[in-house]
Every structure is written in C-alpha cells, then in structure tokens.
C-alpha cells in the first residue's frame, strides 16, 4: 500500500481508489463505522468524514451519528466499498432509533450474562 | 518476499479469505502489497446470513494483519516452482 502513480493506482493495493467513497470500516472491535473516506497512510490509518457506527441486534439496526473520526491502522480489519445502488440491508432487517437499540442490545447482554449463568450453575452436572 | 511474489501470480483467481474474527470472504484478487494486504473484488461473504452488514460490500480492502488464511483455487499452487523458490530464497536469493 502506498502512494501510487496515476497509472497503476487502480490495480495497486493502495486506498486512494477509495477516496471521497462511501466506505464500510470493519474494526478489530467488532464495530461497523460508515463514512467517507478522506486521507490514509500506509498503516491503513484513515480519516473519515461524517461517520455513522451501525449498531445491529437480531433483525434492528441503528446508525449512530459520530462525526468526523481518526482510526488507527491497527484497529482496521476490513475496509468496504459501500454499494449505493444497493446499501440497504436484508428487507427484514428494520430501522430503529438509538434508544431503541441501545435497548436491544442491553436485552441482548442479559440474555447472554443469563445464559452464563445457567451454564455455570449446571457444571457439576459436567455435561458435555 | 516469496509469498507477496506468490500472490503476485495469483492475482485474477478466485480465493476465500478467512479473518481472525472467523469472517470468511470469496472473491477474486485484484492486488497484494508487501504487508500482505489484499484487495479482493465481487466479494461475498461465506455465511451471508451472520454478516448482514457485508451485503452491499461489492469491493473490499483487507488488512494483511487481520487474515488467517487465504484459501487458493485448487490449481493455484505450483509445488516444484514454489519449492525452488523456497530453496533460492533460503539460500539468500
């Protein structure tokens, strides 16, 4: 990755194709950030511009506004090229508010805590 | 040096990368860089239905850090070729 002539930019593994696109950042943490992509360095750091992180739950999903971010190379695992003909999600997937699914995702995590619960209580029964 | 020539001449073949966090995306290589990073075209993710967010990702760029494996096509791998190229390498070039 770095900084490639005109004439070999589109078949090099440089982000510059990517520039002032509409991009899908996959984070080592799970999260999803949408933006645009303003300014990259060789670590894969980047700027992007009117970022959005998209929560999902099951079948809701939410875009949080976050605004203009830095993200350190490392923490990057993937960068997309958003389709905009098609952004959309699966048609089951339905749009929430942020409190609604900061709601979701708290019964989400009880569920889970609930369930490691149970599983720890039944381990003397030392199934597997 | 040898993988990045190696997947240098792979480059236009359809391969599925697998990420550490178990993500594991087909598509066709369109590049590789010194760190391994890949640039990968008509991605699709293996299990669509856990990764609904990577739906409307046609083209992606993936940290050579994060990969844990790149599935090959079958006829992809030359052994002898790759074999004395290991050799010439050991051997310090």
């Keep these: ?128 | 040096m040898l993988f990045f020539s190696y997947f240098k001449e792979i480059v236009g073949r359809e391969v599925v990368v697998e990420l550490k966090n178990d993500l594991a995306i087909r598509g066709t290589l369109r590049s590789v860089d010194q760190y391994l990073n890949i640039k990968l075209e008509n991605t699709r993710v293996v299990d669509q239905d856990k990764y609904p967010h990577m739906m409307s990702v046609r083209n992606c760029f993936i940290r050579g850090s994060v990969v844990r494996y790149v599935q090959l096509p079958p006829d992809g791998v030359d052994i002898e070729l790759l074999h004395d190229a290991t050799r010439r390498e050991a051997r310090g070039g």
């Design chain 1, 1 to 128: 990755m770095s900084w490639a002539g005109p004439e070999d930019i589109f078949l090099s593994t440089s982000l510059a194709t990517y520039l002032d696109k509409k991009l899908l950042v996959l984070l080592r943490d799970g999260r999803k950030l949408l933006g645009t992509l303003r300014s990259f360095d060789q670590f894969a750091n980047a700027v992007l511009e009117g970022t959005c992180e998209r929560l999902i739950v099951g079948d809701l999903y939410s875009d949080i506004p976050l605004g203009l971010y830095v993200i350190r190379g490392e923490n990057v695992v993937l960068i997309g090229e958003v389709d905009l003909e098609k952004e959309d999600l699966p048609p089951h997937m339905t749009r929430v508010s942020t409190a609604e699914i900061r709601t979701a995702q708290k019964a989400e995590r009880e569920a889970a805590d609930l369930k490691g619960s149970m599983r720890k209580r039944m381990e003397f029964l030392d199934m597997d």
